[in-house]
């Protein structure tokens, strides 16, 4: 059965820096792009961040760039993609997913065109 576990959420000021963990399994997700969402309340899912099946190419929303970085690890089993958050802003407040997209390159900035999604992670920013 896939599972997609993000963890790392949580707290923090204006400023501060958290990193988020996405473990993906079930599956072989080493030739498949991963990408970060979020959702703030109120509003649509946007697109974050993502990242190509070999880790070489990224794509970032302009909000973030300069700020947060996408990695993963291919070397277990279980797949891992990382968002690495610095100077977080209160505007970044959202639940964080994780989600698969069907390919090896970044095909879509789309949420329904990713295939697997975890249950997601709260990040809250306060000023």
């Known amino acids: 059965q896939v599972h997609l576990v993000e963890s790392g959420g949580g707290a923090v000021q204006a400023g501060g820096s958290l990193r988020l963990s996405c473990a993906a399994s079930g599956r072989d997700f080493s030739n498949n792009a991963m990408g970060w969402f979020r959702q703030a309340p109120g509003k649509d899912q946007e697109f974050v961040a993502a990242?190509?099946?070999?880790?070489?190419?990224?794509?970032?929303t302009d909000s973030v760039k300069g700020r947060f970085t996408i990695s993963r690890d291919n070397a277990k089993n279980t797949v891992m993609a990382y968002l690495q958050m610095n100077s977080l802003r209160p505007e970044d407040t959202a639940v964080y997913y994780c989600?698969?997209?069907?390919?090896?390159?970044?095909?879509?900035?789309?949420?329904?065109?990713?295939?697997?999604w975890g249950q997601g992670t709260q990040v809250t920013v306060s000023s």
């Open positions: 990242i190509t099946w070999s880790g070489r190419s990224t794509q970032y």
């Open positions: 989600a698969a997209y069907g390919g090896g390159l970044i095909g879509s900035y789309q949420p329904e065109d990713y295939d697997y």
